[in-house]
Nanobody, 124 residues
Framework: RVQLVESGGGSVQDGGSLTLSCVAS????????MAWFRQAVAQMREGVAV???????VYGDAVKGRFTISRDNAKNTLFLQMNSLKPDDSAMYFC??????????????????WGQGTQVNVSS
């Protein structure tokens, strides 16, 4: 059974930074594509960043240049370094996975497994 557990969310001020983590189990992490999504209240889930197992990361337009996705295959852990945070970045952040190596989609429907989320709040 695939499990994804996010952590690292919290409250920061405008311009601050946070690093999110997602620990995965029940899958071949080194062969899986991994991603971060976010969902604000009353809004649709939005793709933030994708880390294909063997490819170049993909970023949503809203976070390009500010967020960096990375992974530690030895620790089955996915990261999201978030810099220059803005109030519009406030949302529940979800980790997602798909046991296929070269998924680059930012569409939620293309992802198979999801974590429970970690909340990020950015105040102005």
């Amino acid at each position: 059974r695939v499990q994804l557990v996010e952590s690292g969310g919290g409250s920061v001020q405008d311009g601050g930074s946070l690093t999110l983590s997602c620990v995965a189990s029940g899958l071949r992490f080194d062969l899986a594509s991994m991603a971060w999504f976010r969902q604000a209240v009353a809004q649709m889930r939005e793709g933030v960043a994708v880390s294909p197992a063997d490819g170049i990361p993909v970023y949503g337009d809203a976070v390009k240049g500010r967020f960096t996705i990375s992974r530690d295959n030895a620790k089955n852990t996915l990261f999201l370094q978030m810099n220059s945070l803005k109030p519009d970045d406030s949302a529940m952040y979800f980790c997602a996975s798909r046991p296929v190596s070269l998924v680059k989609s930012l569409f939620p429907s293309d992802w198979a497994f999801w974590g429970q989320g970690t909340q990020v709040n950015v105040s102005s």
